[in-house]
């Protein structure tokens, strides 16, 4: 099975020209994925006016089924209403494998159980920590065992994201591989030359919500700024914690020392980086956190959480860690000062380079791949008895839940039969050298 040419469906509801970890996950995979020959096509939902099928920079096409968001940028769930569109898309791009991302996507969830039931192997990326106590995590938890329960591979993105998916969804442990996220690093490369030392400058992107430490942030600056008069905050972000911020910057009067800048394009945020000196992250949870590899990558010294999977990112030297508390993120704030002249931006870039890369992801992604299309195909029988094993009452609802799916692939497979489904043929556009950046995707760069 090794080194074969696939035909990858990625499935999420987090795409471009929505900006996130995930949605650059998919976009760069699939990039690197076109590069090594394979077929790869993208299923999102519809973006504003952005329905129907797009071409993008190196011939990854990509369908935004006509479903709108419901919550959070994802889809409505409606268990059977994609299957149609999802049997149609398989049919016609002659996939042979199906990658979901996003535990919280409901379009995966929903691909990855048709898929099944159509015979096809599929593969789950996990992007996220989830806990264990309250109500939105125990639903969560219950919906990712169903997924989970008849999945081919997983893949996780930290060595903590894998023990805590493999808790969460009862997936045995050699099912589940560890592939980090990487970086750009020809994108984010530091500035010719330094900032200067009379100012220090710290740097904060982050989606300004409770999950990514924006409270801590509230308490964290004013306090590095009584006991630091020559440090600055530069805050890149929007999200319902701004007003908190925007409170805490009237209250103490930082309006001159904390620049809110609001919303930052993703194209924009080399940028901002390179203004500062110091990254700072608030998460209280995280899988991985790509904004410090690309803060790395920039050459700026790193002040983050230790939670979840951070540790794992970067090296000691190239980051301080400090528990989720104002005082002892002041005190890590304090220590990382005091390394800055130890630090060289473009040593630090080589090292990026060296330690992250997309076409290091992509070659590991074939391997778990080449795994799945090993794994036997099982009938519908021997299926079930594993969403039987999910729980008393959940199995049997989760067994009623593929019959009715199966019954309904079967009935689609007799009024529209697979042949009456016409194949598109391949587009093979010329790829990038290797030492070109993989530019993210803007409105320009889609071929309408």
């Given amino acids: 099975m090794a080194n074969q040419n696939h035909r990858i469906l990625m499935v ?34 519809a973006y504003g006016n952005r329905s129907g099928v797009r071409y993008m920079t190196g011939g990854l096409k990509v369908y935004y089924v006509p479903w709108r968001p419901f919550i959070m940028q994802n889809t409505l769930p409606t268990f059977y209403g994609t299957l149609p569109i999802i ?23 929903e691909a990855l159980m048709h898929a099944r039931t159509m015979g096809y192997r599929v593969v789950f990326t996990d992007h996220s920590l989830y806990g264990f106590a309250d109500v939105g995590s125990i639903h969560m938890n219950k919906v990712l065992q169903f997924t989970l329960a008849d999945v081919s591979q997983a893949i996780c993105v930290s ?9 969460r969804s009862g997936l045995p442990p050699q099912k589940v591989f560890v592939i980090p996220n990487a970086v750009d690093t020809a994108m984010f490369k530091p500035a010719p030359e330094r900032p200067g030392s009379n100012e220090i400058i710290i740097v904060v992107i982050s989606r300004l919500v409770y999950r990514k430490g924006a409270d801590l942030l509230v308490e964290v600056i004013p306090k590095v700024c009584r006991c630091f008069p020559n440090v600055r905050f530069i805050v ?19 309006q001159d020392r904390v620049e809110m800048l609001g919303a930052v394009p993703h194209a924009q945020v080399r940028s901002v980086l390179i203004s500062g000196h110091i990254f700072l992250n608030s998460s ?42 104002p005082g002892d993120m002041v005190l890590a704030i304090r220590k990382a000062i005091s390394l800055l002249p130890k630090i060289d931006p473009q040593v630090m870039h080589e090292r990026m380079k060296k330690l992250y890369n997309w076409h290091d992801v992509a070659k590991r992604t074939e391997i778990v791949y080449d795994r799945a299309l090993e794994c036997p195909n099982q009938n519908l029988v021997e299926r079930l008895s594993r969403y039987l094993s999910c729980g008393a009452w959940a199995g049997k609802l989760f067994c009623l839940v593929m019959i009715i799916d199966y019954l309904l692939w079967r009935f689609l497979e007799l009024w529209k039969p697979a042949e009456d489904i016409e194949e598109v043929p391949d ?21 309408r």
């Fill in 12 to 45: 999420s509801d987090f795409f471009y020209p929505n900006f996130g970890g995930v949605e650059n996950h998919i976009y760069y995979l699939s990039q690197c994925l076109l590069k090594f020959g394979h077929k790869v096509v993208v299923m999102t939902h």
């Fill in 87 to 109: 049997r149609t898309i398989l049919i016609r791009e002659k996939i042979s494998l199906v990658h979901g991302h996003q535990a919280f996507s409901t379009l995966c969830h």
């Fill in 159 to 167: 060595h903590t994201s894998k023990e805590n998916t493999v808790l």
């Fill in 236 to 254: 890149g972000g929007d999200g319902p914690k701004r007003v908190r911020l925007e409170e805490m910057r009237e209250k103490h009067s930082l």
């Fill in 284 to 325: 209280l949870t995280e899988a991985f956190c790509i904004a410090i590899l690309e803060a790395a990558s920039c050459g700026l010294l790193t002040v983050s959480t230790r939670v979840g999977g951070v540790p794992e990112v970067l090296p000691d030297d190239m980051v301080v860690l400090a528990e989720p508390d």
């Fill in 427 to 447: 587009i093979v556009l010329p790829c990038q050298s290797d030492g070109e950046s993989l530019k993210d995707c803007s409105e320009d760069q889609c071929l």
